[in-house]
């Protein structure tokens, strides 16, 4: 299942996330902008995880000032990717 997100709030302009089937495991992620080593980091993390376990983890990060940041912008595309796989 691919999932295309568009955050809010953060430098990065998209996330491309690849799930399992059924919609319970992180395939792949993609950025396109923000920090580019950091995100490229956060995708290779992330990958072959339960999408529950992840969001757990980071939901809630925030970066700098910011009420959110690019790895809470995933947690929740990833909630809407999951929601939509149901």
């Known amino acids: 299942m ?10 990065s302009r998209a996330i491309h996330i690849d799930l399992t089937d059924d919609g319970k495991t992180i395939e792949q992620v993609s ?8 995100l490229k980091a956060v995708s290779k993390l992330v990958a072959g995880h339960p999408v529950d376990e992840i ?11 910011r009420q959110t ?18």
Do not use: K, M
Request: aromatic letters at 6%; charged letters at 15%; a negative charge.
């Open 69 to 86: 940041s690019c790895a809470d912008q995933l947690a929740r595309a990833l909630t809407e990717a999951t929601a939509q796989a149901r």
């Open 55 to 65: 969001v757990g983890i980071l939901s809630g990060n925030t970066c700098g000032p």
């Open 2 to 11: 691919h999932y295309d997100f568009t955050p809010r709030g953060v430098c």
């Open 31 to 38: 950025f396109e902008g923000g920090c580019n080593g950091n």
